[in-house]
Structure formats: C-alpha cells, structure tokens
C-alpha cells in the first residue's frame, strides 16, 4: 500500500550537488520517521538521514553538515539536498518509511522502501 518513488540521482563530479526526491503514496510523511539509507556495492545499507513528524533530523556522522533532509507535507515528499559530494557517497540511495513517529536508524527499523536512485560521484 505505501509507496515510495525516489528521483534525483546522477553522475556528478566531486564537490558537486544533487538533490533527491521521494514521492510517497499511502501514508502521510508528516506522520510518520521518514529516513534515506544507501548502499554502496557489496556493502551493508546504512542510514543517512531521517526525520520524524515533529522535524527533528538525524544524519549519520559521514554527512559531516554536507546533506540536508526535509519534507513537503503539501506533497507528501521528502528530500535530500546533497552539497561537497565526495567520491565515497557514490551509492544506491532508498528512501524508506517507518510507520512510527520514533525514528530509527536501523534497516529493519523501516517497513517500506523505494527502488533506489543511483547516486555517482567521479573525483
């Protein structure tokens, strides 16, 4: 029933930005922890960033202060605005919903999830 659709990814160089876009369907983003995770190949899933119905944000320490998520609650969509790409973010990037107002950060703490978006930096 929940649906997510990511969008925004690319080939970028290092330093460079990208901003993601999950369209979700099937739950209100507002409601509910509302994260991204990637994964890189033949590594394991890791949360980048979530946020909950009251707006408080967790980034993953990798960030650094580089990426920001937020939400439309008018379109029901989250973001991830990705600023200083370096060649290690390069990954598969899920948008992932759990159907909680607690966050957490883990891969099974999430129910559903998206196809992925592809996210490649070159340095």
């Known amino acids: 029933q929940v649906r997510l659709v990511e969008s925004g990814g690319g080939s970028v160089q290092a330093g460079g930005s990208l901003r993601l876009s999950c369209s979700v369907s099937?739950?209100?983003?507002?409601?509910?922890?509302m994260g991204w995770f990637r994964q890189a190949p033949r590594k394991e899933r890791e949360a980048v960033a979530t946020?909950?119905?009251?707006?408080?944000?967790y980034y993953t320490a990798f960030v650094d202060g580089r990426f920001t998520i937020s939400r439309d609650s008018a379109k029901n969509m989250i973001f991830l605005q990705m600023n200083n790409l370096k060649a290690e973010d390069t990954a598969m990037y899920y948008c992932?919903?759990?159907?909680?107002?607690?966050?957490?950060?883990?891969?099974?703490?999430?129910?559903?999830w998206g196809q992925g978006t592809q996210v490649t930096v070159s340095s």
């Open positions: 992932a919903a759990r159907l909680s107002t607690w966050c957490r950060t883990g891969v099974t703490d999430f129910s559903d």
């Open positions: 099937g739950t209100t983003v507002a409601d509910y922890c």
């Open positions: 946020i909950n119905g009251k707006r408080n944000r």
